[in-house]
């Protein structure tokens, strides 16, 4: 019996799924699966594009709810959250979600008045309304949902379209949520300490996660942005998938990577690469994207981009990816890729240091 | 602790998600969660309605797929047409799916491809196009999906409207998913045989279900139809959603219900009630509607709807719904409601004979 990883499966959806036909002649298919961008993109009439994407979030097996560091409230706000940043990614106004909810035997009416509070707390500060959904029981708790946007019609992002010697950006921070990861499931284990603030910080990577919303739109508006995704496979992975949808490969600048210094902290406690940690499996939710060079300084004029850091420059694929390290020593970008996720992914990150 | 059914839950839902606000204008949410419908709806430019929902399906959790009656491929082409008849309950044409896919650990790839290409058959029989959607491992397998379709700008249907007086109709047999589970998982196994035939017939319930998408469009566009949803609670739960929607309760006649012979056979065999069996938690996807009494036949002049059956009439809030019997007693509506299927359902269903 063979079983495969994601990345396998991934290709067997896109081959499988890659030429359909479709009867609605009034809503035109633009971005399907085969360009797995985070949302798919069709053209409606009145010069409307309307995004759409689905995504399922562990929620109770995350390993900080496991610890009991996240509460139910906290994993209904990132099953909305989750959501929406694909719709930011497209640089869409989010319009409304559908929700999945599927709860075993046990669990509690407060506990599931608290899960529907986070939802709509979430929803609510997006501006986005929940219109419908399934809610019943199930072996396990199952959180999936659907968001879907509008964007005046071929104005948004995808991952395609990047060129050589565009810059690499985010919105911020990376590698907060994996170094939450480590820090409460290992360092602060082992005895490391981190004070309460920043305890705090990092396990509002988790509760309180952001979607982008508003720097997408503006990336969108711009017109300077050639591609982007977010970063919820962790920047390693988001990096590779950006590469590949333009066949291109990009050049990173430790000097100039936008890490937390608890990142470096935690690092330093378990002995590990901080580059590593954070580009390792850190479900951000920051925007990424590339821009022509003239540009960006334009784009950190717009408001919600004021915070926007430069990682690097794309290269032609003829060169491998790389980080440029302060010594500049090159070396493949470091961190764990997104499908070798089936062990515990703190391991993972910290394996081989 | 507190451990509410899920109608209960429902009404959490419906309180926290009733007054929430949107920021997009060009995309005019016309139904919510309030609604209860199968799916919300957008107003859109262009004079288009947008309407979109959500399904869960339990997969391998199905009696028959653990009785090994159903394959990977089944539950993947089921999970599309659940979906998709939710669109043929709002009277739209399909545009498109998403779909969430997680598998447990020991998925082998053969499987999963089984599972995909269920998926595809039955997403490109109704030329719906799957745009996107979430991949991945989880400790159980989930399965979900969204639809969406259109209809020209307020030509949906939905559970709202019916007067009294009109006549309760659906477009064909009730029944065979509940007898399929019945003989099955119950009366096979005590020594009743059906032919292979009626086996085939019983089975093609749950391997090969329906989802009425013309005959909803067909409805919509008569412009006849008061209120419509598809059966996917059971008979007895849908007519009674009917009713609350509208305030009002309905009568039918034993005489006129359209239950399969199969369905008396196995009802037999078991010494059940073949309209309990028929009516409990039994996922037919047939649509189940209102028209007022003279439309009926204009109805049935149109190609798809051809075998559109009457099951009663619509009468006074102020007396239950009841159904008459051959032998003119009234009794309530048999049946056992969807929101007591913890139990197992066959169990359930012949409960209390």
Known sequence: MTISDERSRLAVIRDLFGAQSSAATDMHLVIGVQGQDDCAVYDLPGNLSLVIGSDFVRGTGFALFQEGLLSYFDIGYYLVVANLSDIAAMGATPTG??????????????????????????????????????????????????????????????????????????????????????????????????????????????????????????????????????VSDGAKATIEQLAQASSLSFEVFEAQLPL??????????????????????SVDFQLMFTVNQESLDLLRALEPL????????????????????????????????????????VDVILEGY
Chains 1, 2 share one sequence.
């Open 97 to 230: 979600l559908t929700t999945v909810i599927r709860y075993p035997d046990f669990l509690s009416d407060a506990d599931f008045r608290q899960l529907v509070l986070g939802i709509k707390e979430a929803a609510a500060l997006y501006q986005t309304p929940i219109v419908g959904g399934d809610i019943g029981g199930y072996s396990e708790m199952v959180l999936a949902a659907t968001a879907f946007g509008i964007t005046e019609r071929g104005k948004y992002l995808s991952r395609q379209g990047t060129r050589v010697g565009d810059f690499l950006c985010t919105t911020g921070t990376l590698g907060l949520p994996s170094t939450a990861l480590a820090y409460f499931t290992k360092a602060k284990k082992q005895g490391f300490l981190l004070s309460a603030e920043e305890e705090q910080l990092l396990l509002n990577s988790w509760r309180r996660p952001v979607a982008h919303i508003s720097s997408g739109i503006a990336l969108a508006q711009s017109g300077f942005v050639h591609a982007c995704q977010d």
């Open 260 to 281: 937390s210094p608890i990142t470096y902290k935690v690092a330093e406690a378990l002995r590990a690469d901080p580059i590593s940690l954070a580009f390792s499996a």
């Open 306 to 345: 004021a915070g926007v850091a430069l990682l690097g420059q794309a290269i032609p694929v003829s060169e491998p990816s790389r980080l440029i390290r302060n010594s500049g020593q090159p070396s493949p970008i470091p961190g764990t890729a997104w499908n070798q996720q089936r062990k515990n992914v």
